[in-house]
């Protein structure tokens, strides 16, 4: 395991991702507890001392998973990381309340890292607004022991990202930004980690595969990385971009299940950042990749649990994209035609309660409703 300095601290340069764990069935809120301790067992293991979980994540269920198994462990063996879930306003008059449950949920009594949660054009006023008292609070609970280090999260465009350091950067020890070749120039994420490095914040990296899609490129996609490194894996590419930008300490990996996990740590036992003109090609490749006709959804899952009619609206961006992508074709109605009518895009009823909490203020309502005119 590479391992990176974060003021005294070694911290693994992998970090576990809690937000997409093993569940049953396929359904989202029910982990599969067993195939968490056998990914954290071989994690740990193999060196990986992160994890990184939050109060939505699995509709709540991801903060007692990781703190159910990582309590078998001894708690100087591990550093775990928690949100305050501002990406929801109805919690913004309750910091206390939640950061509480959150040590009760993850069994422990503090929190190594503990976090802003996806500060973004929605929520900024509010996170900002000096009477629901959220800074103060936390960082009288950095004060007391119960945070060690204090940061945020950041899905916002650059002007929002301006204004949260302006106002908290004093504070901030280290961002987590949405990273990857992809979102290099199509997030603006270039400008996003030189601004950091005037504030001499660290970088730590969430969806570095962009919600699974850089691990599963097409052939005509991987075949100039194949040439440029024929044993590198597909995955390994987008970490080794990764490994390439010097701000960056901690990736976050989103693993599902102990396959990924083998497959991640076996390209973390090295660091080989790209060379300049692999370096290029890749950025060369995600421009290809993000042309006018893809939303950028990252299945986080967000918009699920406030979707009135519950839609699957991940899956349902996903074969929208691929509908625009193809021009058409026969693929997205083909598997719609095995989803009831109550959950296709035609039951969004526009009411935009999935806006109101999605990290990359996607028009979601309006896909919803360009999609069901181009089935017709």
């Not at 990582?70 to 708690?75: Q, T, V």
Request: with cysteine; hydrophobic share 40%; glycine share 8%.
């Amino acid at each position: 395991m590479i391992y990176k300095a974060f003021q005294d601290l070694k911290l693994s340069a992998l970090g576990m991702g809690c937000m997409r764990l093993p569940v049953v069935d396929g359904k989202d809120d029910q982990v599969d507890q067993a195939a968490v301790e056998e990914m954290v067992a071989y994690a740990m293991s193999n060196g990986v001392n992160y994890y990184d979980t939050a109060w939505g994540y699995h509709s709540g269920n991801s903060e007692l998973a990781i703190g159910k198994t990582l309590a078998a462990y001894p708690r100087e063996s591990f550093y775990l990381a928690d949100k305050f879930p501002g990406y929801d306003l109805s919690n913004m008059d309750k910091v206390a309340d939640i950061f509480e449950a959150q040590l009760k949920k993850c069994q422990v009594e503090y929190f190594d890292f503990y976090l802003f949660h996806n500060v973004c054009e929605m929520n900024i006023d509010a996170y900002l607004d000096p009477k629901y008292g959220i800074l103060d609070y936390l960082l009288e609970q950095k004060k007391n022991g119960r945070i060690r280090h204090l940061g945020f999260s950041c899905h916002g465009a650059m002007p929002v990202l301006k204004r949260f350091l302006e106002a908290y950067g004093e504070h901030m020890e280290f961002c987590q930004l949405q990273l990857n070749y992809v979102d290099w120039t199509f997030q603006g994420c270039k400008e996003k980690v030189e601004l950091l490095e005037e504030y001499h914040i660290p970088v730590w990296v969430m969806e570095p595969l962009r919600g699974g899609r850089l691990a599963k490129l097409t052939e005509g996609e991987g075949d100039a990385l194949k040439k440029l490194r024929p044993r590198e894996t597909i995955p390994a590419w987008a970490f080794r971009f990764l490994q390439t930008i010097p701000g960056v300490v901690v990736t976050l990996s989103g693993m599902s299940d102990l396959e990924q996990t083998r497959a991640n740590l076996e390209t973390f036992s090295t660091e080989a950042p790209l060379s300049d003109g692999e370096w290029e090609a890749l950025l060369a490749l995600g421009r290809s990749m993000t042309g006018p006709a893809a939303l950028a959804c990252t299945a986080c899952r967000y918009c699920v649990s406030h979707c009135p009619k519950g839609l699957d609206i991940p899956d349902l961006l996903a074969l929208y994209n691929e509908h625009r992508f193809t021009g058409g074709g026969f693929i997205a109605p083909m598997a719609l035609s095995a989803i009831p009518k109550d959950k296709q895009p035609s039951a969004c009823i526009g009411c935009r309660s999935c806006e109101a909490v999605c990290p990359q203020q996607l028009k979601i309502s309006e896909a919803m409703a360009d999609f069901t005119a181009r089935l017709k």
